[in-house]
C-alpha cells in the first residue's frame, strides 16, 4: 500500500516539516560525495550497536561521536528510493501533527521519536555490527503521533490488486495499524545481526510517538509558537477540491458545499473542481466571485445528474467561509 495523500487540511504551513526534508536531502547530498568513503562515513554517522556493546570498537569514539550518532543516523539513508520513500510519508503525515503541536514541539518531539526508535534498535540488536540508518523511525513516531491525533482521518492509498491499480480511501487508524502489525510480524521473523530494516526502531518510534503526543498536547504553547502560527497561517484553500454531492430523487439536481477563506472571500478565487456521482467524475473551474458572504448559494447551470434525455439538472454549492 502506498500512501498518497490524507484528507485533514492543516491550518498553517509546515515549516518545521519542510526543513525535516530539506536536511535530509541536503545530508543525502553530502553522503554523494562521499565516494570510496561512504562506508567509513556511515560507520561514524550510523548508529551502530557493537559501539556500544564492545569495548574494543566504543574505544575508539569519543562521547561526544557516540552521543551525536544517535541524532545524525535519523538523517542518513541507504539510497535516493529510501530517502524519496521516507520524505513521501513525512510529507504526508508530518504536516498534520506540526499543526496540532506546533512548531517548536513538533521539533522536539522528532528528535525524540527518532531518538527513542535508535534506542530500541539498540536494544534489540545489541550486538550487532550493523550500521543502521533513516528517517524511519522518527517518522514512525509521527505516524504514532498521528494515528492518536487523527484517527478519523483518510488516507488516499495505491493498492495494486493483481494487475490493476486502485486508489482507495483507507480509515487512519485502519492503514496504521495495518502498517504497525506489518512491521511487528517482520521484526519477529528477523534476526539481530540480519542486514536490512531496522523493524525494531519502527516499532519503538510508533509506540512513543504516541505516547510522547499525548503528553506534548499537554504542555502549553509557547509565545514563539503562537508568533510562528500567525507567521505561517494558511490564506487559502487547495486548488484543488473534491465535492461529495448529495441529490435527491425529486429532480436532478445536486447540492454540495465549498468552503473557503475571508480572503478568498473578498478578493475572488479560481478553483480546479472534481464532482464524483457515481461512475462518473466531472472536472471543472469554478469562479468563486468577490465579496462573496458566508451561506450564499452558488448555482451551477447544467452541472447536475442526468437521466436519460432529460434535461440535466443544476449543482448547487453552498459557501463556508473559515479561518
Known sequence: MIPIRDTIRSKNYPLINNL???ANVLVYLVELGQGDSLDQFVYIYGLVPARYS??????HFTT?????????????????????????????????????????????FYLLSGLTSGISHLVFNWYSHVPTIG?????????????????????????PIFFFIQFIEIPAYLFLGLWFVIQFLSAAGSTANSA?????????????????????ICIPETGFTKKIR???????????QVIRPVTSNSNHNLFGSISITPREALFGARKLIAVPHRFRKKNFILYIPQGVRDGTIL??????????????????????ISD
Open 20 to 22: 525535516i526534508i530539506a
Open 54 to 59: 564492545l569495548p574494543q570498537l566504543s574505544f
Open 64 to 108: 561526544g561521536e557516540q552521543v551525536f550518532s544517535f541524532f545524525s543516523f535519523m538523517f542518513l539513508h541507504g539510497g535516493f528510493l529510501h530517502l524519496l520513500a521516507n520524505m513521501w510519508s513525512l510529507y504526508i503525515f508530518g504536516d498534520n501533527v506540526e499543526d496540532r503541536l506546533g512548531s517548536l514541539r513538533y521539533l522536539v
Open 135 to 159: 528517517a524511519s523511525g522518527a517518522i514512525a513516531g509521527v505516524m504514532g503521533a498521528y494515528f492518536v491525533l487523527f484517527p478519523r482521518a483518510r488516507i488516499l492509498t495505491l493498492v
Open 196 to 216: 536490512g530494516i531496522a523493524w525494531w526502531s519502527h516499532i519503538g518510534g510508533f509506540i512513543f510517538g504516541i505516547l510522547l503526543a499525548k503528553l506534548f
Open 230 to 240: 500567525g507567521m505561517t497561517k494558511k490564506r487559502a484553500t487547495p486548488r484543488i
Open 299 to 320: 448555482r451551477l447551470k447544467g452541472m447536475g445528474k442526468r437521466s436519460g434525455r432529460d434535461k440535466p439538472g443544476d449543482l448547487y454549492l453552498k459557501v463556508h
